[in-house]
């Protein structure tokens, strides 16, 4: 039987977008978001590049005939759609993985705000330095994790009738990957494994799916993807101190 409450589960990025405008997480907010900036510009602009030698060659592959060649709209509307879904997940895991020390670090400064304890003694930037191996470590994880059942998912989409599933089983998947993503900086921050996390979540999986749902959807909106990974740390650290915090620690 599947535990949790789904409609909790959907308010805590809200509280993450309301957190992340107080005065003591602010900078660490604004740090991750100008390097999100411009990861966003300089993969929107290779990925623009490419797609227009792609669409001159396919172009080249057509006869030359002015109406065909006036076609090559169809290629742009496809570009957005393809640019799109490439920029809502491929930079969500580049932002998280360069992020990472810092998302670690808020996340710890949110749960100080939300309880009033302290999560590490340890409060300073070499801290933040020292934590970057660890933090790559464990993104790392997190892409091994998704990377075979994501290429299963795909193999599965190429099978007549069958990929109607997978479209489903996609959503359902994406939205437990962006729990297990998010939840993962302040599991991370108690020294609970990968795995341990995994079965926690899954004690919760209705307030996980929840979460993750909004999540999933606001990373494939331009810009607001922008914002959206600093109040996802923030929302995933509310979900894991009235989830799991207080009761598995």
């Known amino acids: 039987m599947l535990k949790g409450n789904f409609f909790r589960g959907l308010g805590y990025l809200g509280e993450g977008f309301r957190l992340i405008r107080q005065p003591g997480l602010r900078l660490f907010v604004v740090i991750p978001l100008v390097i999100n900036i411009l990861l966003f510009g300089l993969l929107f602009y290779f990925l623009a590049e490419l797609f227009a030698g792609l669409i001159a060659a396919a172009m080249g592959w057509l006869p030359d005939w002015a109406w065909l060649q006036a076609l090559d709209w169809l290629f742009w509307i496809l570009y957005g759609a393809v640019i799109l879904l490439m920029l809502a997940y491929g930079f969500v895991i580049v932002a998280n993985l360069i992020g990472s020390p810092f998302y670690g670090y808020l996340s710890e400064l949110t749960e100080k705000h939300l309880t009033g304890q302290e999560v590490s003694t340890e409060d300073s930037w070499s801290a933040i330095i020292k934590d970057i191996p660890r933090a790559l470590w464990r993104e790392v994880q997190k892409i091994l994790y998704y990377l075979p059942r994501a290429i299963g998912l795909f193999v599965i989409g190429l099978i007549p009738?069958?990929?109607?599933?997978?479209?489903?089983?996609?959503f359902l998947f994406n939205s437990w990957m962006m729990a297990l993503q998010y939840v993962d900086?302040?599991?991370d921050n108690h020294k609970v494994s990968f795995k341990s996390l995994r079965g926690l979540l899954g004690d919760t999986r209705l307030s996980a799916f929840g979460f993750g749902l909004p999540v999933a959807l606001a990373a494939m909106v331009p810009v607001l993807n922008l914002?959206?990974?600093p109040a996802a740390v923030c929302g995933a650290t509310a979900y894991w101190?009235?989830?799991?915090g207080a009761t598995r620690n």
């Open 161 to 170: 009738v069958v990929n109607l599933v997978a479209a489903v089983l996609w």
């Open 241 to 244: 101190v009235r989830e799991n």
């Open 185 to 187: 900086y302040p599991a």
């Open 227 to 229: 914002v959206v990974v």
